[in-house]
């Protein structure tokens, strides 16, 4: 049942671009193997080569001893090769059952089986834990339900070998849970799973075996067991790493920088009001569901709002776009980076000055101006990427989360919003995010963070906002910021 691959020194070009500087290793049947690295390292271009999205411009891949070569999906999935994405890669105008049986239609005689492939998609989600109508279609999801389905496609396809690559950045710890116990009942179904992921902790329930990547090489394996998460991280930075958090500093008292009253989002948020003021870094928990994320679409113009006020810097603002407001200081970084954060098919400089044009424009747009822009942001943010003229869709990642983040300080705002700003992050880099976050704070701006990871808010707000159903149940302060306190809050337990 299970399938053992081995890579040969593989090398992958992209362009005059080597990503893969000629990896070596095996995978042996049956068993659940991390796969680790930093951003940028590797990861998804030898996982999509071994399962059939990337073509190898150098050395060779062996399946169960033999070597293959695979030229579509199509030709791994037969092989029992199956990748969960870690960038959706579901058709947003199919439904959900077309998407999880795109390209192996059930029929019956001439016509498609679409009472059967709605049977079975149902079937699939239920497992995933997902309760929705295979007839939706896919634009429609919210994030994590794309991802579930994701894997409720994956699962259809009935893999040997199954790779997921950062299955769980946009899933609730319940829903994490479930996919754990999925992978259980796969492991003893014998599947060789590939697990890549950057939360460490996942890494060590998973897995029996890490195999750690850098810059493109192998550099090292062992079991899992025999490392701490610490060891494990100093093995992709490929040095100690200090502290993730600097110290918190207590911003001075002042008049709130943004404040909202009374604010409703329909179906999502009621009756919000919260302050932010400037130096601050205000944190907001909840599950996915909470109406965190819809509630600041709300405020930014990107859904309807019913009620409420809110004031920037002391005036009455009400935006239509998030351009808008940008143009009066206020940012946000979408949790959903392919969807509403970055061009993935415009250039890295393009993407970085889109919302802030005018000041390049002067009074025509300035190519050069643009250029220093990105330079400048590349090197503070450490973008890792092949050309500065690449496409944003060809970065890692997390260095295309590196580049919406860069994006949303273009305008040097006063308020930035950050919805899961380290989503699919390596260690290094989040922590080169979290100083950053929190040297804008010392700048005097006002900092949202709505993250899942509660050891994130613990780590750096001066307050927590809790969400639960779309209704503000408590606001912690630095003092009682507890995950447990975070966890009870969030779920109605407390
Ligand atoms: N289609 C492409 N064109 C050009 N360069 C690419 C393309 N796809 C990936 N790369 C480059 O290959 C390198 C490895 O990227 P890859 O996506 O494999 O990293 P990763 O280890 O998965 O990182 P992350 O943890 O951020 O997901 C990166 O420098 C990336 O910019
Ligand atoms: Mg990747």
């Not at 929705?132 to 070998?161: F, G, M, N, W």
């Not at 700003?421 to 010392?442: C, E, H, N, S, W």
């Amino acid at each position: 049942m299970s399938l053992s691959v081995c890579f040969n020194d593989v090398v992958k070009d992209f362009g005059s671009v080597r990503v893969l500087h000629g990896v070596s290793f095996d995978l042996a049947p049956g068993r659940m193997v991390g796969l680790l690295g930093e951003n940028g390292a590797g990861k998804s271009t030898l996982v999509k080569i071994l399962s059939g999205y990337e073509q190898l411009s150098g050395g060779s891949l062996e399946v169960d001893g033999v070597v293959r070569h695979f030229a579509s999906s199509r030709e791994a999935e037969a092989a029992g090769i199956v990748l969960i994405h870690q960038e959706f890669n579901l058709a947003d105008d199919l439904t959900v059952a077309q998407n999880i049986f795109l390209g192996r239609e059930l029929r019956r005689g001439w016509l498609l089986d679409e009472a059967g492939m709605r049977r079975a998609a149902r079937d699939v989600l239920q497992q995933v834990g997902l309760d929705i109508d295979p007839d939706t279609r896919a634009r429609d999801l919210i994030v994590a339900e794309k991802q579930l389905v994701e894997i409720a496609k994956a699962l259809s396809r009935h893999a040997r070998l199954l790779v997921m690559d950062e299955p769980t950045a946009t899933l609730t710890p319940s829903e994490t849970q479930r996919l754990f116990e999925l992978i259980a009942r796969l492991r003893s179904q014998g599947v060789t799973i590939v697990y890549i992921s950057h939360k460490l902790e996942e890494v060590e329930r998973v897995t029996d075996e890490i195999v750690v990547m850098r810059d493109g090489r192998f550099v090292a394996r062992g079991p899992t067991a025999d490392h701490t998460r610490q060891q494990m991280a100093n093995l992709m930075v490929g040095r100690e790493l200090s502290d993730m958090f600097s110290p918190r500093i207590t911003p001075p008292p002042a008049e709130p920088l943004l404040s909202v009253r009374h604010v409703s989002v329909p179906g999502w948020a009621k009756d919000v009001s919260f302050d932010l003021r400037p130096g601050e870094i205000l944190g907001f928990a909840g599950l996915v569901g909470a109406g965190r994320t819809e509630l600041f679409e709300g405020l930014l113009g990107l859904r309807p709002r019913s009620a409420g006020e809110m004031w920037l810097a002391g005036r009455t603002v009400s935006f239509h776009t998030p351009r808008e407001a940008a143009h009066e200081g206020m940012t946000y970084l979408s949790e959903d980076r392919k969807g509403c954060g970055l061009h993935t098919r415009m250039s890295l400089q393009e993407n970085l000055t889109l919302m802030d044009l005018d000041r390049h424009a002067r009074p025509r747009l300035d190519p050069r101006s643009e250029r220093r822009a990105l330079e400048k942001a590349v090197a503070e943010f450490g973008i890792r990427t092949g050309s500065l003229d690449a496409p944003a869709g060809s970065l890692s990642g997390g260095n295309q989360q590196k580049l919406a983040m860069a994006k949303v300080l273009q305008p040097n705002p006063r308020v930035v919003v950050l919805d899961e700003p380290t989503r699919g992050v390596d260690v290094g880099a989040k922590r080169d995010i979290y100083f950053l976050i929190q040297r804008l704070a010392a700048e005097g701006r006002g900092v949202v963070v709505i993250s899942s990871e509660l050891i994130e808010l613990i780590g750096l707000c001066h307050r927590v906002v809790v969400m639960r159903a779309g209704v503000v149940q408590a606001t912690l302060d630095a003092d009682h910021l507890t995950e447990e306190a975070l966890i009870a809050h969030a779920t109605g337990t407390h």
